[in-house]
Nanobody, 128 residues
Framework: QVRMVESGGGLVQAGGSLRLSCAAS?????????AGWFRQAPGKEREFVAA???????????DYADAVKGRFTISRVKDLNTVYLQMNLLKPEDTAIYYC?????????????????WGQGTQVTVSS
């Protein structure tokens, strides 16, 4: 059984930082084509935040939504089977539930429908 568990959310003041973690069990992230982070704010649709794709042995490519470029960094530690999202210079508009997800077949990393496995989400709240 595949299970993905996020952690690291919380309450932070604007300008602060948080690091989200996503640990996968049942399969290794090397079995996935891409791992991504999405977020959903109250009353809004789920939106793409960042994704990391394996393009070779220990070589990865990262994608980011325009709203988080330069502030967020996605990374993975293969041996720990964990993907991270480092979030710096947080803004109140970053407040949302953050979900990690994994693809098992190639597809648009920006489209949530191409992901096969999802975590339960972790709340991030940024106060002004």
């Amino acid at each position: 059984q595949v299970r993905m568990v996020e952690s690291g959310g919380g309450l932070v003041q604007a300008g602060g930082s948080l690091r989200l973690s996503c640990a996968a069990s049942g399969r290794t992230f090397s079995d996935y084509t891409s791992a991504g982070w999405f977020r959903q704010a109250p009353g809004k649709e789920r939106e793409f935040v960042a994704a990391i794709t394996s393009i070779g042995r220990n070589v990865y490519y990262s994608d980011y939504a325009d709203a988080v470029k330069g502030r967020f960094t996605i990374s993975r530690v293969k041996d720990l089977n964990t993907v991270y999202l480092q979030m710096n210079l947080l803004k109140p508009e970053d407040t949302a539930i953050y979900y990690c997800a994994a693809q098992t077949a190639s597809g648009s990393v920006y489209d949530s429908r191409t992901y096969d496995y999802w975590g339960q989400g972790t709340q991030v709240t940024v106060s002004s």
